[in-house]
Structure formats: C-alpha cells, structure tokens
C-alpha cells in the first residue's frame, strides 16, 4: 500500500534535513572537544593562545561563510540533489580532517572545509523542503531544519559528556566525538539522489514532464492528471514565463527591484535580531563561562546536555505549532519573551549581584568613604538603560508585527505577488492574517484543488477558474 502524500513528502523533508543534523552537531560537538586535556596536548602549545583557541571555532563560521556564495550558482545547474551530495562530500573531508588531526593546523582545515560544506547543507535543506512541500505542511516541514539542528547539538552534547566521563585523558575522548559526525553525511550523500527532485527546478530547466512527475510523485500517488499537480503545474510554468519577460537573474535584482530588497532586509533584519541575543557565543564558548565560574568539565558539559534538551523541547513546539499560529505571532511573542528575559537578568544582576562582590568592596576604602554608595551608581546605570531596553524590546516585537507579512498557507508562486502588492505596513490587512491553512489541508487529504489566496491579476484569474473547473470535474468523476 502506497504512503499517503502528506506522510511520503515528510519522508523526504526529514531525511534532507540530515544535513540540518550535521550542523546543530558540528555546532555543539566543538564546545565539547575544547576542554579536553588530551586535545590541548596534541594541538601543542599554540593553542594556549587565546586568538588561537578562538579560531578553532570561529574558522568554521568562516568556511560557513565561503560556502554561501556557491551554493546558489550549484543549486541552479545542477539541481538540489547533486549540490546536497557536493555538500556532503566537502564535510565528510573536514569532518575526517579534524578526527584525524595531528596539530593545530590541521584541525584548523578540517574545520573550515566542514564548515564550508556546512554552508551548502545549511542553504540547500530547507530550500529543497520548501519547493517539495505542499503549502499546509511547508511550515512546519521546513521548521524541521531547526528541529533537527537541535537534535544534532543534543546529540554532540551527551557524546561528548559520555566520553568526558569514560574516556577522560584519552585521545579518544575528543577524537570519538569528532568522528560521528561524518555518520549523517555518509547516508545523505548516498540515498539523496533517490528521492525526488524539486519539480520548480526541473522546470525552471524546461523539464515540464519531469517537473509533473515529479510533482505527482510527491502529491498524488504519482497520478500525472491529478487536479493539484496541474495546477501547480500551471502556477509554475506562469512563474516561470514571467521570470523570462524580466530577463536572466542577477545578483543586483536583490537591492534595485523593491520587493526583492523588502524581503532582503526583513530576513537580514530577522536573523541579526536572533545573533544579537549572544545564542551562538554560548552555544559556542558554554564550557568556557561555566568553567571560569568554578564547575568541572564534566559537569559543564552536564549543564549544556541538559540545555540542549531545554531547547529541543522548544524547537518541537515550533514544528508543531507553526502552521496553525502563522509566522508573524511566534516571531513577536518570542522576541517579546527574548527582549523581557534579558532584562529580568539585567534587573537581578543589578540588584542583587551577590553578597562576595558587595562585601569585599567595603574593605577597600576607609571608614569615613563607605558612606558614599558607588554601588548606587551602577544600580542607576542599570535603571537608566532599563528604560531603553524595554523600548528595544517593543522595537523588535513592533517591528515584525508592522512589517511582516503573514506567509502560512501560501504558495511559493504566490510570494512574488504577496512581497509586490502587501502594503507597507502589514496590521489590518489582508496580509496579517494567515492563509486558508484547512482548506490546504483538506487539498492535501482529499487530492482537490482549493483555489489560491493573493494572486489577482489577469492571469491567475483565468488561472482560478480553470482550477475551478478541475475540481468540478474531479468532484465528477469520484
């Protein structure tokens, strides 16, 4: 019996995000690996140098980097599927560099190739799950990316503290941990080429058959006339026909067509408010801080076991939820949340610092000069820039809600025409409110086409009565 649609395009989704695995794991594996005495032999003296130290992880940001730039010129000519293969034979080489390394130099290399095919794997998951998905589920299958990132740093968390705890002083305390993250590589670039390629791909080639086929594969039991597979055929091909009357793409369409510009500074905007809140400095540098406040090794990597966990359990939150809340509201009540835990910690930090540092501080000065509270002083620092905190907090939160438009439930083909005709400012709009998320589901169910949400002109008119007709004829005959 054949798998249902909707399962057999999860299928898919999940095993690209194999490479998502690879990521969160490389991203937590390193903060694991660092403190290990033996690792610190072997990199010899070097790396007692902090700028040195630095650049183990940091090199892999870098090649993270570096790998951006061609993935994009990969993916469109050669396709999805050879570009993750390419990725993953990259990071296999790194990843084999650095469980291998015999000094800093090499473990240097072995980072930046692994974070260099980190780069394509990074890119190419999520966008291969978006053009395979079908617009009910496309959230919450591209959420996955994340998903799976955080099972890959909840993963490297508990190896590298399993082998903190029985492997202590060993080589193969630091050397095992970096060995297991070639294992998701090696299926991801031998199986990938038997799934599906994305149909959008295929016809921005001009391989229309195949692009059906493809379609069909994944939303119709293979059914080539299935009313759906038509008309994303059609969606696509009209897509397609108007990228032409544009002209060839270029790097430059990104700044000098707005709406292009629009949705590159909401994401260049959306993913600097995420780094500035100093995840990756703790995701990277944990075992550091914990260790200058006092705690062992191996109970700092309990610590960052336990946080993975934490952070797991809102990752699968996010893949539950997010087609049924929409994107705008996770994205303003977490940035709410983010913004207020800060300053809760500012506040406490503030007032009650701890009685060591108040303490000592009293011995320091004669009697007649205690009088003079200093303490207050940076107490009214802390109140003065509280103020400011909250208004950046309400910034951030009030900028997503007045400038994002809601994208669940929409077609990939509809985003041009969502980003060119959405006004600016997006509240009370039709563009706040999340797409028919149950009628795309019942699509999706019952193998109807439920007509699209935005796209009104001429042609995606003519289009919808077409689609109307598909499914009076399908309603027909079954």
């Given amino acids: 019996m054949p798998l249902p649609p909707k399962v057999y395009t999860w299928l898919c989704g999940l095993f690209a995000s194999l490479g998502s695995i690879i990521f969160g794991y490389d991203l937590g594996v390193i903060a694991g690996v660092l403190p290990a005495k033996d690792f610190a032999a072997v990199m010899g003296p ?3 140098d902090s700028n040195l130290f630095g650049l183990v992880t940091s090199i892999f940001v870098l090649g993270c980097f570096f790998g951006m730039f061609p993935v994009a010129y990969c993916a469109d000519h050669f396709g999805r599927r050879k570009t993750i293969q390419l990725g993953s034979l990259i990071y296999i ?3 084999a560099m650095q469980t291998g390394a015999r000094n800093l130099d090499m473990m240097y290399v072995g980072r930046f190739f692994a974070g260099f095919g980190v780069g394509f794997l990074a890119d190419l998951a999520p966008l291969y799950q978006a053009e395979i998905a079908h617009p009910s589920i496309r959230g919450r299958l591209t959420t996955l990316q994340q998903f799976m990132l955080g099972i890959g740093a909840f ?10 705890q029985g492997l202590a002083g060993t080589q193969a305390e630091w050397r095992i941990p970096l060995g297991i993250q070639i294992i998701p590589a090696l299926p991801l670039i031998s199986f990938i080429g038997f799934f599906p390629e994305s149909p959008r791909w295929l016809a921005e080639k001009g391989r229309m058959e195949d692009a059906r086929a493809s379609l069909a594969r994944l939303h119709a039991h293979g ?3 299935d009313p759906f597979v038509t008309s994303q055929i059609d969606d696509i091909q009209a897509e397609i026909e108007k990228s032409k009357d544009i002209g060839s793409a270029s790097w430059s369409e990104l700044f000098k067509v707005p709406s292009n510009f629009r949705r590159l500074s909401l994401g260049f905007i959306l993913q600097f408010s995420v780094q500035m809140t100093g995840v990756s400095a703790i995701q990277y540098y944990s075992t550091e801080i914990f260790t200058t406040m006092g705690f062992s090794s191996t109970r700092v990597l309990l610590f960052q076991s336990i946080n993975s966990i934490i952070a797991l359990i809102g990752e699968a939150c996010c893949v539950i939820w997010v087609d049924h809340t929409g994107r ?11 913004g207020l835990s800060f300053v809760v910690g500012s506040i406490l930090m503030a007032r009650w610092p701890g009685s060591v540092d108040n303490d000592a501080a009293h011995y320091l000065y004669p009697n007649q000069s205690k009088g003079y509270r200093y303490h207050e002083l940076f107490v009214l620092d802390i109140e003065l820039v509280t103020p400011f905190a909250f208004r950046a907090v309400g910034w951030r939160a009030l900028f997503i809600w007045s400038f994002f438009p809601e994208t669940t439930g929409r077609r990939l083909e509809e985003m041009d025409a969502l980003f060119e005709n959405a ?12 797409g028919d998320r149950h009628a795309a589901e019942k699509e999706l169910r019952e193998g109807n086409f439920v007509p699209g949400h935005l796209t009104e002109d001429a042609g995606a008119g003519q289009r919808r009565v077409a689609d109307e007709e598909k499914v009076d004829d399908y309603d027909t005959k079954h």
Avoid: H, M, Q
Avoid at 155 to 164: D, F, I
Avoid at 427 to 433: G, I, L
């Fill in 93 to 95: 080489f790194g990843g």
């Fill in 328 to 338: 705008r509201r996770p994205l303003v009540v977490g940035n709410i949340a983010s």
């Fill in 46 to 48: 070097r790396f007692e």
């Fill in 223 to 225: 059914d080539l006339n």
């Fill in 423 to 434: 006004p600016v400012f997006i509240p009370r709009s039709a563009y706040a409110k999340t």
């Fill in 155 to 164: 993963t490297a968390s508990w190896v590298t503290y399993g082998c903190a």
